[in-house]
C-alpha cells in the first residue's frame, strides 16, 4: 500500500507562483511513475503532469505546458509540480497519484493506484 500526502497549496494572486510537494511511502518511491492531477469546481478530475521512474520523461496537458514543471527526488520520495505565472482557472484541488507503470499516455486516472487526499490551490486577486 502506498501513502501519499501533498503540501503546499494556498491562496494566490493571479501571476504568482506556487510549489506542491507530495510525499510517498510504502513502496520504493523509484518504483512508481507520479503524476498530478487537478479538480477544478464543477468538473471532473484532470490530468496535469506525469513524471516517470527516474525523472527522464514528462508529460504536461496543453493546459500548463510552459507554465508548469515536474519534477522528483527519489531520495526524498517527494514529487514536486512546481506553477508559474497561476492563474484564476488554475483554482483547483490538486491531487497526487502513484503508478506501477509507464506508458506514452499517462493522462488516464486509470493508469494510477494511488491517490492523495488533495491540496487546494486558489489563485485570486
Known amino acids: 500500500q502506498v501513502q501519499l500526502v501533498e503540501s503546499g497549496g494556498g491562496l494566490v494572486q493571479p501571476g504568482d507562483l506556487l510549489k506542491l510537494s507530495c510525499v510517498g511511502s510504502g513502496r520504493r518511491f523509484n518504483s512508481l511513475a507520479m503524476g498530478w492531477f487537478r479538480q477544478r469546481p464543477g468538473k471532473e478530475r484532470e490530468f496535469v503532469a506525469a513524471?516517470?521512474?527516474?525523472?527522464?520523461?514528462?508529460y504536461f496537458s496543453n493546459d500548463v505546458k510552459g507554465r508548469f514543471a515536474i519534477s522528483r527526488d527519489n531520495a526524498k520520495s517527494t514529487v514536486y509540480l512546481q506553477m508559474n505565472s497561476l492563474q484564476p482557472g488554475d483554482t483547483a484541488v490538486y491531487f497526487c497519484?502513484?503508478?506501477?507503470?509507464?506508458?506514452?499516455?499517462?493522462?488516464?486516472?486509470?493508469?494510477?493506484?494511488?491517490w492523495g487526499q488533495g491540496t487546494q490551490v486558489t489563485v485570486s486577486s
Open positions: 497519484a502513484a503508478g506501477l507503470y509507464w506508458s506514452t499516455e499517462m493522462a488516464p486516472t486509470a493508469k494510477y493506484d494511488w
Open positions: 513524471i516517470s521512474f527516474s525523472g527522464g520523461n514528462k
